[in-house]
């Protein structure tokens, strides 16, 4: 079965996008096959694995066409990787979702399709919990939250739970907290130490044990179009992101 995680935060700038290319990267690394669909407007796991934004089908046609997944897919952006870029009208995706389908929209049916060709599909969502996000979490069994080590963090990450729960009391009862992952750590903040402290406290084993620190190699990869693996495979947060990877898959 194909393992299908939704990575989202209504909080930007938490390493969502980064985890998503990084997570990806290191599952086909590790022998899956993996996609990527880019659901952010702005298109940032789609640049950051080296794809061109103008492209003739994008994830917003997949929404509502979802015969045309196989054409949307780009092949190989990284090893054992293949991705839908983010491309279309998305932002009147979005308006469409909200408006005529209550986030739903036909999704699950484009991910049936694929069901038999990858191990998993990762969905890069946008930094909100609005209908293309929620689009996403009904369609998918899962969804990884990554979160900053700092306080305000703390109120993003109870909102996405929020959010996930009212919808696996409702639509989607399939869907769980596949995992939550610090992001950014700082070793030498010690606020840091105390929200990860209170987080393992409250969510136990939901939280990963891996820890993505500050690292310079992890915010410079994407301009290259490349993972943290392919750019720098000996950087700290390669390696843990590799632990990541290791997790995800004792998960399943």
Request: aromatic share 6%; with cysteine.
């Amino acid at each position: 079965m194909t393992r299908i995680i939704a990575i989202a935060s209504q909080k930007g700038g938490v390493g969502k996008t980064t985890t998503a290319i990084n997570l990806s990267a290191g599952l086909g690394f590790a022998g899956r096959r993996c996609l990527v669909m880019d659901l952010d407007p702005q298109a940032n796991a789609t640049t950051g694995l080296g794809v061109e934004q103008r492209v003739s089908v994008g994830a917003a046609d997949v929404l509502f066409r979802p015969d045309r997944v196989g054409e949307a897919i780009v092949r190989n952006v990284a090893e054992g990787v293949d991705m839908i870029p983010s491309g279309g009208p998305m932002r009147a995706a979005e308006a469409r979702l909200a408006q005529a389908h209550g986030g739903r929209g036909p999704l699950p049916n484009a991910f049936a399709r694929l069901d038999t060709q990858y191990d998993f599909i990762l969905v890069d969502c946008p930094p909100s919990l609005g209908s293309l996000t929620t689009s996403a979490l009904l369609a998918c069994g899962s969804v990884l939250i990554p979160m900053q080590c700092e306080f305000f963090a703390l109120e993003g990450l109870a909102q996405a739970v929020a959010a996930v729960e009212s919808l696996r009391r409702g639509r989607n009862p399939e869907l769980r907290v596949e995992g939550i992952l610090f992001t950014m750590f700082d070793t030498g903040a010690s606020i840091g130490y105390e929200v990860i402290e209170d987080v393992q406290k409250h969510f136990g084993d939901v939280v990963y044990r891996s820890i993505i620190p500050r690292d310079a190699a992890v915010t410079e990869a994407p301009s290259h179009g490349l993972s943290i693996f392919d750019y720098d495979l000996r950087s700290r947060a390669a390696w843990a992101y590799l632990q990541l990877v290791k997790e995800v898959l004792e998960g399943g």
